[in-house]
């Protein structure tokens, strides 16, 4: 799944949730979280990081209330959250709005690299015809590079006319619009130019060489480079040529630091041209590229091409960046775009393909309290959030036969804590309630949606849901399942005769300081206030029950004529039935906001409490263990009371109905006309 966010051209930060940060065409920067607490992620997460509509953006990876930032113009700001200071830092701050690229002393584009060095967070380049280098967050700037463009006088004239020249930065040329530096040796920058032209240094500047691809086309405009994150001699290369109606897509990879190049585009089609192109950090050779109509993918380092587009729109994509086993896409004019968990392709082949069912190891996953709506609820005009769970990927190369159900189990050492399956529940009411025999089976889950090929499945790290009595109504509290505490899990896949299982980590959040034992006795509470409001549940459904059998037992007897002792003994048995589940619930209570009116009872008390405990990932408070205990202890008494009932009142009354001859079944008398 690719879920939505905000804007275009795309850098991610190193926070939990990471941030992912871009500019907006006509309107600012950008810096937004992957996922929030809650539901959605809306207006209200995201925040300009300085710069502007233009250029590129790079959190400082030590401290991530500092963004540098650019614009057109050769602007370049350093924004810091916590102060909302917005400082120029530009190496030479020359107005270039109007002026002819020929008399700047640096030719900016409209949108220049930034970028912090992967080797030292206190070394920023920026990038005009040459390259410029601050170790001083933008104090002082030195030029490390000479003109590494083709630096033809005639193409930097004023653009525009004869009516309007509108020189606003994007028009500059000769410039440096592509760069990096290798996250394997320090001082090694690959350099490309909007004219054509590949330099590398491997000295940190000091030395530059023109590694340029024999036969690349001459003008064409280096979009991306991406040194290989396995191979310190191996880089890619995305160019494009459709200013010139070329629309072909013209994507390079070299394995000895540029004296060779080898083409690989094969499979993508004329007018898809390819913008970037980057590699997954963990599988070596496998190729993600953003192209003008969508998303490819290379599983053998280039040597073909396959559409990867499942429900991303078909959108130019301007950068890709790869995080957290994640895939961050940035498209123009349609949104973040971020695909969640790469391990289906980061582990797929010819044999998983070819093979009937396989179940992918789930990847280790920190525990958040992001939440995901149900579709028709849900909040419109937002972003997507994060998956609320441990994502489950199975593959089935054929669709499930009729009647054929899937199940996935989730257990904790051998105990199955919680089951999905696609299994239909039957027997709901008009409402969507559930009958007295289906609730006190247990809540039915929704049933999962198979589908023939890769399948996805979220398990939200909770365990099985409470028992509630059907048309239970809580609007204070929290009636959700416990999350299981860190620690390691397993998911048993059952499907056409298999099982297959895959162990799993939970982990705490990273952004948490509670420790894994303070999470296990938040658990451990939860667990227990789970299991008390599913007894208190159970125990109220077999009072009604009950009370249905008595006061039907009484009208039996009545409409035979042998009522009169039995319809008092009934009568006052329900009253002492009716009185436990007044202590067990409130049935007034039928409608949110209905405990303003009506006064709450035991079950309000445990899901009240529930919300109380889990509110934040902390050990629960002394109070919370002490409330429990006096709320458990009433539990328990009220239901040795039923129990004693049932034991005495109404085995008694069922001893004096059968001595009656109550029978089962007794029609009313039939009266003659």
Not at 28 to 54: K, L, R, Y
Not at 136 to 151: A, F, K, Q
Not at 367 to 376: D, G, M
């Amino acid at each position: 799944m690719i879920r939505s966010g905000s804007s275009s051209a795309t850098t991610v930060g190193r926070r939990f949730p990471y941030w992912v940060y871009g500019s907006q065409q006509d309107n600012s920067s950008v810096g937004i979280p992957s996922g929030v607490p809650g539901s959605a992620i809306d207006f209200t997460d995201w925040h300009a990081v300085g710069g502007g509509e233009s250029g590129w953006i790079a959190p400082d990876p030590t401290n991530p209330e500092v963004v540098y930032a650019g614009e057109y113009g050769g602007q370049i700001t350093r924004y810091d959250h916590r102060t909302e200071e917005t400082r120029q830092i530009m190496a030479w701050p020359q107005l270039a709005d109007g002026r002819a690229g020929s008399v700047l002393k640096y030719r900016f584009q409209w949108n220049a690299p930034i970028l912090i060095s992967p080797h030292d967070p206190k070394t920023l380049y920026h990038a005009a015809q040459v390259l410029l280098r601050s170790r001083d967050e933008g104090e002082t700037w030195d030029v490390i590079s000479p003109d590494l463009t083709r630096n033809d006088v005639a193409k930097q004239g004023r653009s525009g006319g004869p009516i309007s020249s509108d020189i606003t930065g994007v028009e500059m040329y000769d410039t440096i619009f592509a760069l990096a530096e290798s996250p394997h040796e320090k001082g090694v920058i690959w350099a490309g130019t909007d004219d054509g032209l590949i330099h590398i240094t491997r000295d940190g500047g000091t030395t530059w060489q023109n590694v340029t691809p024999k036969g690349f086309p001459e003008w064409i405009q280096v979009n991306s480079i991406e040194p290989s994150p396995h191979d310190k001699a191996t880089a890619y290369v995305a160019a494009t040529r459709y200013k010139f109606d070329d629309f072909r897509s013209y994507l390079y990879r070299t394995a000895d630091y540029g004296k060779t190049w080898t083409k690989i585009s094969d499979g993508i089609p004329e007018g898809a041209f390819a913008r970037v192109v980057r590699e997954d950090p963990v599988r070596k050779g496998l190729l993600y590229a953003g192209t003008e109509t969508g998303l490819y993918v290379s599983f053998d380092d280039g040597g073909s091409w396959r559409p990867f587009q499942r429900n991303l729109p078909v959108v130019p994509i301007t950068d890709l960046a790869v995080k957290n086993g994640d895939l961050v896409v940035a498209t123009q004019g349609r949104s973040f775009w971020i695909l969640d968990d790469l391990t289906p392709l980061r582990m797929w082949d010819e044999k998983i393909a070819a093979g009937a069912v396989h179940l992918f190891p789930p990847r280790p996953t920190p525990r958040f309290s992001a939440e995901t709506p149900e579709e028709a609820s849900g909040p419109t005009n937002v972003g997507t959030n994060m998956p609320c769970g441990v994502i489950l990927d199975f593959w089935l190369k054929d669709a499930v036969k009729k009647g054929e159900v899937v199940t996935v189990e989730i257990l904790s050492g051998d105990k199955v804590i919680r089951t999905l399956s696609s299994k239909k529940t039957e027997g709901e009411g008009a409402h969507g309630e559930l009958s007295y025999e289906l609730a006190l089976q247990g809540p039915p889950e929704k049933p999962l949606e198979i589908v023939e090929g890769l399948n996805r499945v979220v398990w939200d790290m909770r365990v099985v849901k409470p028992t509630l009595a059907p048309r239970a109504v809580f609007n204070e509290g929290d009636k959700a399942p416990p999350k299981v505490a860190p620690g390691t899990y397993r998911v048993r896949l059952k499907v056409a005769g298999q099982t297959l299982e895959q162990p799993f980590e939970v982990l705490p959040n990273p952004s948490s300081t509670a420790t894994k034992e303070e999470l296990r006795a938040q658990f451990d509470l939860l667990e227990a206030i789970r299991d008390a409001l599913s007894a208190s549940h159970v125990t109220l459904m077999g009072v009604r029950d009950v009370r249905e059998q008595v006061n039907d037992v009484a009208a039996r007897a009545k409409r035979l004529g042998k009522g009169d002792a039995l319809e008092k003994r009934a009568a006052a048995l329900a009253e002492k039935l009716t009185a436990i589940e007044l202590e067990l619930t409130n049935p007034e209570i039928k409608a949110d906001e209905d405990d303003l009116n009506y006064e709450p009872k035991l079950d309000h008390d445990f899901v009240y409490l529930a919300a109380i405990v889990s509110s934040a990932d902390r050990k629960p408070t002394p109070g919370s263990a002490q409330v429990f205990a006096e709320l458990k202890a009433k539990l328990d008494a009220l239901r040795g009371r039923f129990d004693a009932l049932l034991a005495g009142e109404v085995a008694e009354f069922t001893k004096a109905a059968e001595e009656a001859k109550v029978p089962r079944i007794a029609p009313a008398p039939v009266i003659e006309p």
